[in-house]
């Protein structure tokens, strides 16, 4: 079964630049959608979920800062990988992003290759916790049914205990009290427990 492409949103007001973007993108496999503007960019994303993000900074409206700022209150960085996209010499941006949260960022004029390495890279990056993710939510879900079944061993084993007890002291009730007399013999007994239940008379 072939997996589905990985979604990737593309926010930026140059329409150039995310159709562009887009089109190089979709060459590589990746399913792609276009928000014009910040406002746009939470309205999709409160619509649908995407794999990642790749955010302009500088959007009319709402700025790509302000956006990762909003999306970080509800998806975390292991969540929604977001890319920045910013132009060159914008240092201040980039550290401020980061802070916010951003998983990565780029810089105009965008070198594709780049971006596709870093798309992948953060893609592999969320795939990994994912996985990572559902083998820790098997293992919880396969100890709860081991303690479970512990317990009924436990339980069960309790019950057989008690039982050869009371089974141990109603054999006993049926050993002689006192040697058996023979005329003009002497006779003598011992009993040696094999386990709870039975022994050998001797």
């Given at each position: 079964m072939t997996a589905a492409p990985s979604s990737i949103l593309i926010a930026d007001d140059e329409e150039l630049n995310r159709e562009g973007l887009a089109r190089r993108l979709q060459r590589?496999?990746?399913?792609?959608?276009?928000?014009?503007?910040?406002?746009?960019?939470?309205e999709l994303l409160g619509e649908r979920?995407?794999?990642?993000?790749?955010?302009?900074?500088?959007?009319?409206?709402m700025n790509g800062l302000e956006v990762l700022k909003f999306v970080r209150r509800v998806d975390s960085l292991l969540d929604l990988p977001i890319i920045m996209v910013t132009a060159r010499g914008e240092s201040e941006d980039v550290v401020e992003?980061?802070?916010?949260?951003a998983s990565d960022y780029v810089t105009k004029p965008i070198n594709f290759p780049v971006v596709l390495a870093r798309v992948r890279s953060q893609l592999a990056l969320r795939r990994a916790v994912t996985q990572v993710t559902h083998l820790e939510r098997q293992l919880n879900a396969r100890n709860k049914e081991l303690e479970g079944t512990a317990g009924a061993l436990s339980a069960t084993n309790e019950l057989m205990t008690r039982d050869l007890d009371d089974a141990g002291r109603v054999q006993a009730a049926f050993r002689p009290e006192s040697p058996l007399e023979v005329p003009g013999g002497r006779a003598s007994w011992a009993v040696r427990p094999a386990g709870?239940?039975?022994?050998?008379?001797v």
């Amino acid at each position: 079964m072939t997996a589905a492409p990985s979604s990737i949103l593309i926010a930026d007001d140059e329409e150039l630049n995310r159709e562009g973007l887009a089109r190089r993108l979709q060459r590589h496999g990746y399913e792609t959608t276009l928000a014009e503007n910040g406002l746009r960019a939470i309205e999709l994303l409160g619509e649908r979920q995407f794999d990642l993000v790749l955010l302009d900074v500088m959007m009319p409206e709402m700025n790509g800062l302000e956006v990762l700022k909003f999306v970080r209150r509800v998806d975390s960085l292991l969540d929604l990988p977001i890319i920045m996209v910013t132009a060159r010499g914008e240092s201040e941006d980039v550290v401020e992003a980061l802070e916010l949260g951003a998983s990565d960022y780029v810089t105009k004029p965008i070198n594709f290759p780049v971006v596709l390495a870093r798309v992948r890279s953060q893609l592999a990056l969320r795939r990994a916790v994912t996985q990572v993710t559902h083998l820790e939510r098997q293992l919880n879900a396969r100890n709860k049914e081991l303690e479970g079944t512990a317990g009924a061993l436990s339980a069960t084993n309790e019950l057989m205990t008690r039982d050869l007890d009371d089974a141990g002291r109603v054999q006993a009730a049926f050993r002689p009290e006192s040697p058996l007399e023979v005329p003009g013999g002497r006779a003598s007994w011992a009993v040696r427990p094999a386990g709870k239940l039975s022994g050998v008379s001797v």
